[in-house]
């Protein structure tokens, strides 16, 4: 009751929605009023408009519940702790287990890029001796494939994870969870666009053998990693810390140095090979970037009534999105192909589709969500530079909140949009943006471009039927 | 004819601009028939119903838009398709803006303007009880305008409101002013202290400007939405009005206007009004009677006396209720004895529904019995809305007449031609006429009836038509209520200060005519 005496009492302030003419009238009376440029939600599905009204209903506990989901994001303090052996490190992962990028897909159903590394990762445990022998094994039934996501784990483009190869561990304080990634190999042939030469296992071999243990000792002597400091400086530096990850693995060594020349000790051939290869690796920090982001919302996931996505991963088959108050179903689509700008020889023609869980990032809010940070990806689409804001604001359209720690100088130092809200995209009708690389469909040959995709929309309109579903049950 | 057309895939753009530019198109030489529509169900039957539908089109969804363009030469069709789709890509009407900023959602808008208090929403009813929630959610009372709300949402919203202390006006509220500032279907009135709570807007227009001509002030007008006191939805906000009106400092005096509610409802306000510590002035429609025993609540039969009983609340000086001037009441009685013999009924052509319905009672009440697309008794209802029966009067606001055309408070056309349509028939002896005024009305009403009367004398054959009219409106209205009167009379209408007042004149006469009046 005191609302409406308050409004009789009030200034009348309007927001009008559809007929131009009620805005101009209010206009020349001086009352401040403004027109919205409506246009149906959910572009006009009268079926998902059925879903955003039953969700609308359950709205007192999904606010609390996307309060919550969003207080643990901004808790987050992920630190590199250690590095070791996936079957060390990871829970659940055994002698047999292989991990890979993107909700669940059979060996049968894998884009090439994915087999050709599933292939190498096979012979490189040494469960096969040749290519044939482990694409028989992988069609055998004996291999149990699963998401790293599962496992708390996260690998860039094909992403896969086998027992003996080293991941990083990063712990979210504030929660105590841990996320864990491989080392990122560099660009091109590399396992994880598919190849699976000697040279490629013979770099998984002295990951195994001489970086990861050097690692080890030097993080001993450093301490623990603050990801999230970093992270801070290099969106501040021209990084957006999933295409351009140069501003931040940099700081990253230059944090490190003093312990890994501690930790080399006498080895200085290992510490030279060790520096050689960081000073040609421009995204090293990619995969700590996105196992801090992992750990970050993992920590908000399984909050009960919340819409808020907690995941976003291709496979090179199939784009799959997490939902916290969800639980662990995959919502999922056909992976879409990338827009952008293609190396000299490549075409579209020779791409495969959207790959990997870096799109972890612009779950978490960086990536092509902190484009403004990163104004040189825009050009793969043939943009500016104010094309890069407008991404970043477009982005926060669909997003619950901001994050902070992660503020933006090209805009003001705005801290960046955060917390991808399922509701929002659908009846928005706005897609995530997420920049990325491009890779050849064909296993081993490599990055052929980069540039933007959007995660489909398919994956949310799903999510939200379900939520409007489990969400609206008293 | 040869027909060209254009898909525009997921374009939106409101119907009100929509039909403007249709209009525009189908008025060009040689043009049969042209429209610019969202593909809708409703839409493509239409479009089908208009010959516009070819077999290409019968694919488009909801979020295309179709531009179809009929006429005489391929070549005429083909640049008026091309006008047509040039007009759409004209810049956007965003005259209403305080910002630089063009806001696409609700939630956006509030962050642009977070003093935003209230949401005005007269988006398609389809999405409308979405949207309304939205704002309900970012702590905003709503103004719901549009209608095919189902009675569900409706009940749904107001719950949801009502736990959180908000206002909901609506679905279907055409008219409240709240604090001074006129929203949607307004006028212009005088301040002071007078609140209105109405399931109606053009009766909340004609109370209201009724209580500015009789030199009284309104604090409030609040509107509720037609259905608000059925049983199902039970008065939520119909109370929630009278409860905060009554807790207003700035309102002294209460009038209540409605139709009669539904049974449960009536006990419960009859019960509230028992409480009201502030005197109210209680106007039910169609007749509707409810017991209370409260001397505080003053029960009136029609609008103009809800206006005059509020006004005499304040000052304590009793009104006798309006009538036309001098030289009006001799034109009338002049009319009465000139009639040929052929001449014999009445036409009531109403843009105000509430207006409509109040003609009707006001005859009644003379034992004359009228037809109607909305009768008040049984047995008179009309066959085809569109054919005039006997003593015929007709609210061309109603759905029969609005479904995908403006309303014609709006735009003139369908009532100008069912003027000149009436002006035709010898049988035809008196015509009244609502004309309404304020915000949201077409910018010179009087000008197009007064076009129209002058178009239907021109051909007419036989006795002269006696033009009844009032015009709902202030001197403060965008319009300025003595121009548009002063239109009117130039045009030969017989112009009185209130429907109540016009709808008795017009009785009179066609007493007279019967050789029944004792007035002559």
Known sequence: MSEILTLLGSEVQVINLGIPSFAADLAAVGAPALHVDWRPPAGGSVELLAHLTALQLADAKIAAANEEAMNRLAAFQPALIGIDQAMRAIPGVDSHTILHAGPPVTWERMCGPQRGAVIGALMFEGLAATPEEAEALAASGRIKFAPAHHFGAVGPMAGVISPSMPVFIVENKAFGNRAYSTMNEGLGKVLRFGAYTAEVLDRLAWFRDGLAPLLAKALAVSGPVDLKSLTAKALQMGDECHNRNLAATSLFVRELTPALIEAAGDDTALLQRVATFFAGNDHFFLNLSMAACKASLDAAHGVPYSTLVTAMSRNGTDFGIRVSGLGDQWFTAPAGMVEGLYFPGYTEADANPDMGDSAITETFGIGGFAMAAAPAIVKFVGGNASDSISYTKEMGLITLGTNKAYTLPTMNFAPGPQGIDVRAVVSRNLQPLINTGIAHKAPGVGQIGAGLVRAPMACFEAALAAAATEFSKQ | ?520
């Not at chain 2, 640049?79 to 009407?93: G, H, I, R």
């Not at chain 2, 709570?197 to 004609?206: C, E, K, L, R």
């Not at chain 2, 109040?358 to 809305?385: C, F, Q, R, W």
């Open chain 2, 1 to 520: 004819m040869p027909i060209r057309w254009l898909v525009k895939p997921g374009s939106y753009y409101d119907s009100v601009s929509l039909m403007q530019l249709s209009t525009k198109a189908a008025a060009t030489p040689g043009v049969r028939a042209a429209t610019a529509m969202m593909a809708t169900p409703m839409n493509l039957e239409t479009m089908a119903a208009d010959g516009l539908l070819v077999d290409e089109l019968k694919g488009a969804g909801p979020n295309d838009l179709l531009l179809v363009v009929d006429a005489a030469e391929a070549d005429v069709a083909e640049t008026v398709l091309a006008q047509l789709n040039e007009s759409l890509n004209a810049a956007p009407d965003h005259s209403g803006e305080s910002q630089t900023v063009v806001p696409r959602s609700t939630a956006e808008a509030k962050e642009a303007l977070p003093g935003a208090n209230i949401a005005l929403i007269s988006v398609p009813g389809t999405y409308a009880a979405y949207e309304a929630a939205e704002a309900l959610r970012l702590g905003m009372h709503v103004h719901l305008f549009s209608d095919n709300v189902t009675v569900e949402q409706e009940i749904a919203l107001k719950q949801y409101a009502a736990k959180r202390g908000l206002l909901v006006m609506g679905p279907d509220c055409g008219t409240a002013i709240i604090n001074g500032t006129p929203l949607a279907f307004a006028n212009v009135v005088r301040r002071g202290p007078i609140g209105v709570v109405g399931a109606s807007g053009t009766g909340i227009q004609a109370i209201t400007v009724l209580i500015d001509r009789l030199g009284g002030g309104l604090s409030h007008a609040i509107g509720t939405g037609g259905r608000d006191l059925k049983d199902e939805v039970g008065g939520i906000m119909f109370l929630a009005g009278l409860e905060a009106l009554e807790a207003d400092a700035s309102t002294e005096v209460i009038v209540l206007v409605s139709k009669p509610p539904g049974k449960k409802t009536m006990q419960k306000v009859a019960e509230r009004l028992e409480q009201c510590r502030k005197p109210v002035v209680l106007c039910l429609l169609r007749g509707g009677k409810i017991n209370v025993m409260n001397p505080g609540v003053h029960p009136v039969s029609n609008l103009e006396e809800a206006a005059r009983q509020a006004v005499t609340l304040v000052t304590g000086n009793a009104l006798s209720a309006l009538t036309g001037d001098e030289a009006t009441n001799q034109a009338a009685a002049a009319a009465a004895v000139r009639f040929a013999p052929e001449q014999k009924f009445l036409r009531g052509l109403y843009s105000g529904g509430t207006l409509c319905d109040e003609t009707m009672l006001v005859l009644k009440d003379m034992d004359l019995h009228t037809y109607s697309n909305v009768p008040i008794e049984d047995g008179y209802a009309l066959d085809n809305a569109r054919v005039s029966r006997e003593h015929t009067v007709v609210d061309l606001g109603d759905d029969e007449f609005t479904r995908g055309k403006p309303h014609p408070m709006i735009d003139p056309s369908q009532r100008a031609h069912r003027l000149v349509q009436e002006m035709a028939d010898p049988s035809v002896a008196v015509i009244m006429l609502d004309v309404v005024l304020g915000y949201g009305s077409n910018a010179d009403p009087a000008g197009a009836m007064a076009k129209a009367i002058e178009t239907g004398r021109a051909a007419r054959k036989g006795g002269d038509v006696l033009i009844i009219a009032s015009v709902c409106g202030t001197e403060t209205d965008p319009q300025k209520l003595s121009a548009q009167e002063a239109i009117l009379r130039n045009a030969g209408a017989l112009v009185y200060p209130s429907n109540t007042a016009a709808a008795r004149a017009a009785g009179d006469v066609l007493l007279a005519l019967e050789g029944r009046g004792s007035r002559v």
